[in-house]
């Protein structure tokens, strides 16, 4: 048993060679990139203040900012390593505990010899008492090499966990540097100045980079038969289950219409099954991008296709998530309770939208992906320009203020904020695509690209967000609808047990009176006075507290104006958290903002003033 713990130990300690060198390899290489971005930085510095923002310096940001480490990467590395540097501090508590305890080997080797045999001669006694003695003092040594080796190993583990934080302060430093310049300065000449094709522009409409895309697609599919045939099952049940989707839909909004309806199911059952029907379609073209983009034998083309295929899935899905929900008894009409004319105008626009929209993107975005170069753009540019002239055109559809989506809110709020800054909200909105395609006409495309992705992620944010708003107010209405039916019961019981009381009381006064007359008739008789007895009494009937109705409904719609009110705050909380964590990154240009002085005050202060 002591020959295996030793055994065990001495594995143990050259098991750890293997992570000791993983580790200082990890670590030589997060030392060679530390080294290589400080320098990188430094000297981009000296460029930028000798040089100026000029267009090469322009270039030389944007590809050096491409080229950084992944921060997110970094820090998870970090994270996971906190499990390892655990693990080996463990490690290293037992091996020092094992070995504290057998630095005395006496009592250890005597235990071992009360064990012996008394039969045993002198000579065999003192033979086991020395390979007892050999077996600890090499337990020891295999005890001190596993320590060496738990300490080498920890010890290389905090280096490279605190060299790789070095690294993460470093780029996420030079990270800022770069984004409070480069959206500043050019990376294309102006749209207008010199109309001439790119190469990469012109393998767009050749055919034999969609053959050969087709080709890959298919040797791809062969290859991953499991993978298509799983994505090919989930698309066409989609697809075959929407007529069984738009009949639940159907009889889900028929219940959700009735006043009687105190249950969030059928809300519940629609918003799944219109989720379902939207993410068909994105989803199918997602996958075939992703499987496009992932490609290891791929050419550039087919990337830059796959490409453009997702970043059109995600245009897609809000788009057809917003006209689901606006169909005919869809969630908007019989859930929301959105106005008719909210719901029609959805209804008008966002099929002209995806129409004219969605294939701009994906122009756009195949152009972009094929040139890494990155040349005149020039078709790549007008898609964009076109791009941003669809949006505006829908929003200034949408938003204006006297006959878009928000002309009835407007009208129920007269006096609120949002009609006070109504022609500011609006021309802002409107105006905000517009300024896109002049900035990436006059040639700040860059500039224009890393804003319109973060426009339509905010814009996705407040849709999203709007939807499960009104999730929530659609629980609240059921909710306050069945407080007021319970009420209403409750009323109706405590109603009829006042009947009944009453009924009860008046039976028993009729009784006693009854029997009081009986009474006097026999008292009579007798020759009694009547006056001389006593009166029959009635006992009252208990008293019966009754809530009046309008301290219940009372009760009622304030707690509903409370939630209410707590939804808001949350809903207006999570999208200042979400617009800033949209736009953090782009922020840091505006310190640039600093190097120019808007005007100077001098302000003499003389001897006196200062006695």
Same mark, same amino acid.
Not at 373 to 379: F, K, R, T
Not at 382 to 408: K, Q
């Given at each position: 048993?002591?020959?295996?713990?030793?055994?065990?130990?001495?594995?143990?300690?050259?098991?750890?060679?293997?992570?000791?060198?993983?580790?200082?390899?990890?670590?030589?290489?997060?030392?060679?990139?530390?080294?290589?971005?400080?320098?990188?930085? $430094?000297?981009?510095?000296?460029?930028?203040?000798?040089?100026?923002?000029?267009?090469?310096?322009?270039?030389?940001?944007?590809?050096?900012?491409?080229?950084?480490?992944?921060?997110?990467?970094?820090?998870?590395?970090?994270?996971?390593?906190?499990?390892?540097?655990?693990?080996?501090?463990?490690?290293?508590?037992?091996?020092?505990?094992?070995?504290?305890?057998?630095?005395?080997?006496?009592?250890?080797?005597?235990?071992?010899?009360?064990?012996?045999?008394?039969?045993?001669?002198?000579?065999?006694?003192?033979?086991?008492?020395?390979?007892?003695?050999?077996?600890?003092?090499?337990?020891?040594?295999?005890?001190?090499?596993?320590?060496?080796?738990?300490?080498?190993?920890?010890?290389?583990?905090?280096?490279?966990?605190?060299?790789?934080?070095?690294?993460?302060?470093? $780029?996420?430093?030079?990270?800022?540097?770069?984004?409070?310049?480069?959206?500043?300065?050019?990376?294309?000449?102006?749209?207008?100045?010199?109309?001439?094709?790119?190469?990469?522009?012109?393998?767009?409409?050749?055919?034999?980079?969609?053959?050969?895309?087709?080709?890959?697609?298919?040797?791809?599919?062969?290859?991953?038969?499991?993978?298509?045939?799983?994505?090919?099952?989930?698309?066409?049940?989609?697809?075959?289950?929407?007529?069984?989707?738009?009949?639940?839909?159907?009889?889900?909004?028929?219940?959700?219409?009735?006043?009687?309806?105190?249950?969030?199911?059928?809300?519940?059952?629609?918003?799944?099954?219109?989720?379902?029907?939207?993410?068909?379609?994105?989803?199918?073209?997602?996958?075939?991008?992703?499987?496009?983009?992932?490609?290891?034998?791929?050419?550039?083309?087919?990337?830059?296709?796959?490409?453009?295929?997702?970043?059109?899935?995600?245009?897609?899905?809000?788009?057809?998530?917003?006209?689901?929900?606006?169909?005919?008894?869809?969630?908007?009409?019989?859930?929301?309770?959105?106005?008719?004319?909210?719901?029609?105008?959805?209804?008008?626009?966002?099929?002209?939208?995806?129409?004219?929209?969605?294939?701009?993107?994906?122009?756009?975005?195949?152009?972009?992906?094929?040139?890494?170069?990155?040349?005149?753009?020039?078709?790549?540019?007008?898609?964009?320009?076109?791009?941003?002239?669809?949006?505006?055109?829908?929003?200034?559809?949408?938003?204006?203020?006297?006959?878009?989506?928000?002309?009835?809110?407007?009208?129920?709020?007269?006096?609120?904020?949002?009609?006070?800054?109504?022609?500011?909200?609006?021309?802002?909105?409107?105006?905000?695509?517009?300024?896109?395609?002049?900035?990436?006409?006059?040639?700040?495309?860059?500039?224009?690209?890393?804003?319109?992705?973060?426009?339509?992620?905010?814009?996705?944010?407040?849709?999203?967000?709007?939807?499960?708003?009104?999730?929530?107010?659609?629980?609240?209405?059921?909710?306050?609808?069945?407080?007021?039916?319970?009420?209403?019961?409750?009323?109706?019981?405590?109603?009829?047990?006042?009947?009944?009381?009453?009924?009860?009381?008046?039976?028993?006064?009729?009784?006693?009176?009854?029997?009081?007359?009986?009474?006097?008739?026999?008292?009579?008789?007798?020759?009694?006075?009547?006056?001389?007895?006593?009166?029959?009494?009635?006992?009252?009937?208990?008293?019966?507290?009754?809530?009046?109705?309008?301290?219940?409904?009372?009760?009622?719609?304030?707690?509903?104006?409370?939630?209410?009110?707590?939804?808001?705050?949350?809903?207006?909380?999570?999208?200042?958290?979400?617009?800033?964590?949209?736009?953090?990154?782009?922020?840091?240009?505006?310190?640039?903002?600093?190097?120019?002085?808007?005007?100077? $005050?001098?302000?003499?202060?003389?001897?006196?003033?200062?006695?």
């Amino acid at each position: 048993e002591d020959a295996d713990i030793s055994r065990e130990l001495a594995e143990k300690a050259v098991a750890l060679t293997i992570p000791i060198d993983e580790a200082r390899t990890k670590l030589e290489a997060t030392k060679i990139r530390l080294d290589g971005v400080q320098k990188q930085f $430094t000297t981009t510095q000296q460029k930028v203040d000798n040089i100026g923002l000029s267009d090469a310096v322009g270039a030389l940001l944007r590809r050096q900012r491409s080229e950084l480490p992944d921060v997110l990467k970094r820090q998870a590395n970090v994270r996971n390593r906190r499990e390892q540097i655990e693990d080996a501090q463990y490690e290293l508590f037992e091996a020092d505990d094992q070995r504290a305890r057998i630095a005395n080997r006496d009592p250890f080797v005597l235990a071992i010899l009360e064990k012996a045999s008394p039969a045993i001669s002198e000579s065999e006694r003192k033979k086991l008492e020395q390979a007892a003695r050999d077996v600890f003092d090499r337990r020891a040594e295999y005890l001190d090499q596993l320590i060496r080796s738990s300490n080498t190993y920890l010890d290389t583990l905090f280096e490279l966990d605190q060299t790789e934080q070095l690294l993460i302060a470093e $780029t996420q430093r030079y990270l800022t540097y770069i984004d409070e310049r480069v959206l500043w300065v050019r990376s294309n000449k102006p749209l207008y100045s010199k109309l001439e094709l790119d190469t990469s522009d012109l393998a767009f409409f050749e055919p034999t980079g969609w053959v050969a895309t087709g080709q890959k697609l298919i040797a791809d599919t062969v290859e991953n038969l499991l993978l298509y045939g799983v994505a090919l099952l989930a698309f066409s049940s989609l697809i075959l289950l929407r007529p069984r989707f738009r009949r639940e839909l159907h009889d889900a909004g028929t219940l959700a219409r009735k006043g009687n309806c105190t249950s969030f199911g059928p809300t519940w059952q629609a918003t799944w099954g219109t989720m379902l029907m939207s993410i068909a379609w994105p989803g199918f073209i997602w996958f075939l991008g992703s499987r496009l983009s992932l490609m290891s034998n791929g050419s550039d083309f087919s990337r830059a296709v796959g490409a453009g295929l997702a970043a059109t899935a995600w245009g897609y899905l809000p788009l057809e998530l917003l006209r689901r929900i606006c169909r005919v008894g869809g969630l908007a009409d019989n859930h929301f309770d959105w106005p008719d004319s909210a719901i029609r105008l959805f209804r008008n626009t966002l099929p002209g939208l995806t129409l004219f929209g969605l294939p701009l993107v994906f122009f756009t975005t195949t152009l972009y992906m094929s040139d890494p170069e990155h040349g005149l753009d020039i078709l790549e540019r007008a898609g964009f320009v076109a791009a941003t002239l669809v949006t505006a055109f829908f929003l200034r559809r949408v938003l204006r203020p006297d006959s878009g989506v928000l002309c009835e809110f407007l009208a129920m709020h007269p006096t609120g904020w949002m009609v006070r800054t109504k022609w500011l909200w609006y021309w802002g909105s409107v105006l905000a695509p517009l300024s896109l395609a002049g900035l990436t006409i006059s040639g700040y495309y860059y500039t224009a690209q890393q804003l319109s992705w973060r426009l339509f992620a905010t814009i996705s944010l407040v849709l999203g967000l709007q939807l499960v708003r009104a999730l929530l107010q659609r629980l609240l209405i059921v909710q306050r609808r069945k407080l007021s039916i319970e009420h209403a019961k409750q009323r109706r019981m405590e109603l009829m047990a006042q009947k009944e009381a009453a009924a009860q009381a008046a039976a028993a006064a009729a009784k006693a009176a009854e029997q009081a007359t009986d009474k006097a008739s026999a008292t009579s008789s007798a020759g009694l006075p009547a006056a001389t007895q006593p009166a029959a009494t009635v006992a009252p009937a208990g008293p019966t507290t009754i809530v009046p109705p309008e301290e219940l409904r009372a009760d009622v719609e304030a707690s509903t104006e409370q939630s209410r009110r707590l939804l808001a705050i949350a809903v207006v909380t999570t999208s200042l958290v979400g617009v800033w964590m949209i736009w953090v990154d782009a922020l840091p240009a505006l310190r640039i903002l600093d190097q120019w002085q808007l005007w100077a $005050t001098t302000v003499d202060v003389s001897a006196e003033d200062v006695g």
